[in-house]
């Protein structure tokens, strides 16, 4: 089956770090950009990163960078965030997501299923 | 940074109705504009991509319009299944944007 898993997520204290985890089944995943994309409790969804297939190229939403490092591990299939001087507005449920090349664009075109973080003392 | 300004915010409609949905993109991003659909505790699920192009699976119902600046999602024959949120997304430029969100109520 194809799809995405992410774990990792949990409770953590302001100015604390977590490392989430997306492992990926059923596609060649390293023949994929990849990404993570965050949704705040009842709010819209935000766009945090993109990773090349190969690693090579990453992109970052600005109030991220230098917090948040995207990687990834081809040979497990996986997919990682490591956050880092978490605030109270990191409060989010995390998705990754699969970032394919459609008719000269790209889109968000499997996701995983979401993990929950809250920033919180 | 490309700003996408969605509209409306919510929209009620009864099955059977063909309602509309619009994108404004800040500047011109040619055709890469996308759509999601999202159900409450679920995670999104693209619908159409670049502009006009229906994802795999997606029902004919579902339509998308528009290049440049100015971009729509029809959704024809409305279904009990398709009451949810919907987004756009442009995928142009990082950092890639989303519309704020469509609730479409009944």
């Known amino acids: 089956e194809v799809q995405l898993v992410e774990s990792g997520g949990g409770l953590v204290q302001p100015g604390g770090s977590l490392r989430l985890s997306c492992a990926a089944s059923?596609?060649?995943?390293?023949?994929?950009?990849m990404a993570w994309v965050r949704q705040p409790p009842g709010k819209g969804l935000e766009w945090l990163a993109n990773?090349?297939?190969?690693?090579?190229?990453?992109y970052y939403l600005d109030s991220v960078r230098g917090r948040f490092f995207i990687s990834r591990d081809n040979a497990k299939n996986s997919l990682y965030l490591q956050m880092s001087t978490l605030r109270a507005e990191d409060t989010a449920v995390y998705y990754c997501?699969?970032?394919?090349?459609?008719?000269?664009?790209?889109?968000?075109?499997?996701w995983g299923q979401g993990t929950m973080v809250t920033v919180s003392s | 940074d490309i700003q996408m300004t969605q509209s409306p915010s919510s929209l009620s409609a009864s099955v059977g109705d063909r309602v509309t949905i619009t994108c404004r993109a800040s500047?011109?991003?040619?055709?890469?504009l996308n759509w999601y659909q999202q159900k409450p505790g679920k995670a999104p699920k693209l619908l159409i991509y670049?502009?006009?192009t229906l994802q795999s699976g997606v029902p004919s119902r579902f339509s998308g319009y528009g290049s440049g600046t100015d971009f729509t999602l029809t959704i024809s024959n409305l279904q009990p299944d398709d009451f949810a949120t919907y987004f756009c997304?442009?995928?142009?430029?990082?950092?890639?944007?989303f519309g704020r969100g469509t609730k479409l109520e009944i």
């Open positions: 997304h442009q995928s142009h430029s990082a950092p890639y944007t």
């Open positions: 997501a699969r970032l394919p090349w459609l008719h000269n664009a790209f889109a968000f075109d499997l």
């Open positions: 670049a502009a006009s």
């Open positions: 990773l090349r297939s190969d690693s090579n190229e990453v």
């Open positions: 059923g596609f060649t995943f390293d023949s994929y950009w």
């Open positions: 500047q011109t991003m040619g055709f890469y």
